[in-house]
Every structure is written in C-alpha cells, then in structure tokens.
C-alpha cells in the first residue's frame, strides 16, 4: 500500500527547481504544465490543481528571463507617477493593477518625481527592464526622454494631461481648462482680488496659466502668486496663506491641491474670517478629506481610476496586435467643478 512518502519530488530547499520536476511531481507532461502556468483556460480544473500543488511542494518559480527571450515578452507594464503619497495617483495605480493582473501583466511601479532630470534617470532604468508597455504621467518630457521613448517601440500611454503631439496614446484632461473654469466660478461669485499657492511643478503650473488667462478678462481683478514645493503640505497652505492674507487684498486664494487649501482654512479661521464671504478657498483633487473638512472644500475632481482603467484597457488592446504602431489616439476623460461651502 502507497502512501504520500512514496509520491516523487523534486528538492525544496535546492532554490532550483526546474519545471521537468514540476511535471514528474504532479504526473503530467511537462507541456501540460507550461499550459497551466500561462494557459490555464486551455487545461482542465483538477490538472490545474495538480500542478499549483506540485509548484508549492517543489517550490518552483518560473523563469521570467528565459521566457522573455523566447516570446519577446517581459510580461511586465511600467507604471509611471509623480508620486503615491496623493491619493489620486494611488488610485491610478489600483486601477492600473486591477486590470492587467487577470491578463497576465505585472505592473513595474517607478516614481519619476516633479523634475525632467528625475524622469530621465527612472525612464532609462525602467527601458533597460525590457518592459512590454508604460504608462507614463505627464506629456511634457525632457529631449531625451522623449527620444528614449520614441525608440523604445513598445505601446505607450501618457496620463494625466493633453498635448497636441503625444507620443503614443494620451488619456486625460487639460490643466489649463482647469485653470480657466476656477477662475470663471469665482468672478461669477464676486471675487476680484485673487491670491494663488501652487506647487512648482509644470501642471500646476499650466492651471496657474488658465486661471490668470480667465480672471485678466475682467477689469479690476489682480493676483498675488506664491510658489512651494513638491508634494504639497498643510503647513505650506498656512504659510503662504499667511502671506497673502497679511497683503489685506486678497478675497478668494486658488490652492493647487486640497493640502494646502486646508492649510489655509486653518489660517483663515485663526484670524476669525469668515469662509467663504470674507475669502473664499479653492482646492485640487477632490481628496477624501475635502467634503468632510469644516467648511467643506471646494475643489476639482478628477477621476484617477477611470484614467488608470482606461490606460490599461488601450495597452491591452494594443498589446493584442501583432504589429507595433504609434496611434496618436487622445482622450480627454474632462474633469468636475466641486461648489462647497468655501466657495
């Protein structure tokens, strides 16, 4: 009578297993498990199971390297962000993973930071991973990232942002229309004498831009611009709310994220101003925290998962052709104007 001890196996503790152990454990050909790894719609449920079972007695991993060279796939998707301190770009990450994970793909996470030179360090570090696809925050890139990118022949999805001449496929919404749709909420409410915090990044930059196009258009409105760092921070939101409230002309500050715009709530409120009819607060992002602060911030929404959702779903399809080509396909996903009670 047989009994467990008397079933092959392969070393556990040896590191390398091969996938011919594999086999010989769970009594299959090693073909078969090959399909179950990669296919395994194309093999039955329990020979799927015999296999998994036999992968985690033998402790088998497969060899990516080795079968990156013999298909020409990595089986990785570089993601790209600023950062995943804000909870937008987190939620593109989330949604990004969620849907290349059931086909297959890892996603290779890289921070780029707020800088050109940043950038350029990350992309040529990701390039030389040999990923299959990148998703890349941001369309304003440094001569020679773009000319790495423009070589590197796999599809490529830019995020977060417009451009006329993308590079490969763009999927997300103008900072400059931003800029110009808070500039027109806030005469049509009455202000005049304007005050902007933002960050110096070349985003906020570009809905600096629109704000200032929008409110020039009206007679008597000026703006004070005070300028910090990345990522944003609370305490810089009251600093440099300070200042602009200590200049005694300023009725509504413009923030370019809900982080600083809470600083400058705290601030205003120290003082006794009364929010919004002494100063209105506009924010960016539409963050978890804005609807539930005290008062509520008013603030632009921009829906990060279906940017992320999106961004995989054109890899994929593009992934699914045989033949490379640059489609210079554009999506604006638009974005929402949140009226609180700062404003």
């Not at 050909?29 to 033998?58: G, H, I, W």
């Not at 941001?138 to 995020?159: F, K, M, N, Y």
Request: charged share 25%; aromatic share 4%; hydrophobic share 45%.
């Amino acid at each position: 009578m047989s009994d467990d001890n008397d079933k092959p196996r392969a070393k556990r503790s040896s590191g390398s297993a091969r996938l011919t152990d594999v086999a010989r454990v769970a009594g299959v050909a090693p073909m078969t498990v090959s399909r179950a790894l990669n296919r395994p719609e194309l093999v039955t449920d329990s020979t799927r199971r015999k296999v998994q079972q036999a992968v985690l007695e033998t402790g088998y991993v497969p060899n990516r390297v080795a079968g990156a060279l013999a298909t020409s796939r990595s089986g990785l998707v570089a993601l790209l962000v600023p950062t995943v301190a804000h909870a937008l770009f987190a939620e593109v990450v989330q949604a990004v993973m969620g849907e290349l994970a059931p086909r297959g793909y890892q996603v290779m996470l890289g921070l780029v930071g707020y800088t050109p030179a940043q950038e350029e360090v990350v992309i040529e570090t990701v390039l030389s991973r040999r990923p299959d696809a990148i998703v890349l925050t941001g369309c304003r890139h440094s001569p020679l990232t773009r000319e790495r990118l423009q070589r590197a022949q796999v599809p490529l999805v830019e995020i977060w942002d417009m451009s006329d001449d993308p590079l490969d496929m763009l999927i997300g919404f103008s900072h400059h229309a931003v800029g110009l749709a808070v500039a027109a909420h806030l005469l049509e409410r009455g202000c005049r004498r304007f005050g902007i915090i933002t960050a110096d990044d070349a985003r906020a930059a570009r809905r600096v831009e629109g704000f200032l196009e929008g409110i020039d258009k009206v007679a008597g409105s000026a703006c004070l611009v005070r300028e910090v760092g990345t990522p944003s921070s609370m305490p810089w939101g009251r600093e440099k709310g300070a200042e602009l409230l200590d200049t005694g002309s300023i009725d509504a500050i413009v923030c370019s994220s809900d982080i600083l715009a809470l600083g400058v709530i705290a601030e205003a409120q120290s003082r006794g101003l009364a929010i919004p009819d002494e100063l209105a607060i506009m924010g960016f992002g539409d963050s978890s925290y804005a609807g539930a602060s005290h008062p509520a911030l008013s603030t632009v929404r921009i829906d990060g998962a279906s940017i992320g959702r999106a961004a995989a779903t054109h890899l994929l399809r593009r992934l699914d052709q045989s033949v490379f080509s640059r489609s210079g396909e554009v999506l604006d996903v638009g974005f929402t104007l949140i009226d609180r009670d700062t404003t």
